[in-house]
Nanobody, 123 residues
Framework: QVQLVESGGGSVQQGGSLRLSCKQT????????LGWFRQYLGKEREGVAA???????SYADSVKGRFTISEDSEKNILYLQMDNLKAEDTAVYFC?????????????????WGQGTQVTVSS
């Protein structure tokens, strides 16, 4: 079992930055993928960024050049650096993990989820 706890959400003005963190505990194997997802009110959860155990990453088109996913594998912490935030980035953000060699942004591929953290960007 893998447990995930997000932190770092909050309120920021448009153009500002936030860094989300996701602490992983439990059974961490050598081959895995980690992802960040967001969910707008009343909408399906969508993939924002993902990274695999070889360091390969992928991003949603809407965040490319603004968001950066990274991992501190020694501390088992996943990060999402969010810069130049826009009002449309306002959502609940979730981290997720699963045992896969591919950095997928498809939420259906993940079995372990954090509880979510709210990000609010005011214009």
């Amino acid at each position: 079992q893998v447990q995930l706890v997000e932190s770092g959400g909050g309120s920021v003005q448009q153009g500002g930055s936030l860094r989300l963190s996701c602490k992983q505990t439990g059974s961490i194997y050598s081959v895995y993928c980690l992802g960040w997802f967001r969910q707008y009110l009343g909408k399906e959860r969508e993939g924002v960024a993902a990274i695999d155990s070889d360091g390969r990453s992928s991003y949603a088109d809407s965040v490319k050049g603004r968001f950066t996913i990274s991992e501190d594998s020694e501390k088992n912490i996943l990060y999402l650096q969010m810069d130049n935030l826009k009002a449309e980035d306002t959502a609940v953000y979730f981290c997720a993990a699963d045992y896969s060699a591919i950095a997928t942004k498809d939420p259906r591929k993940y079995n372990y989820w954090g509880q979510g953290t709210q990000v609010t960007v005011s214009s």
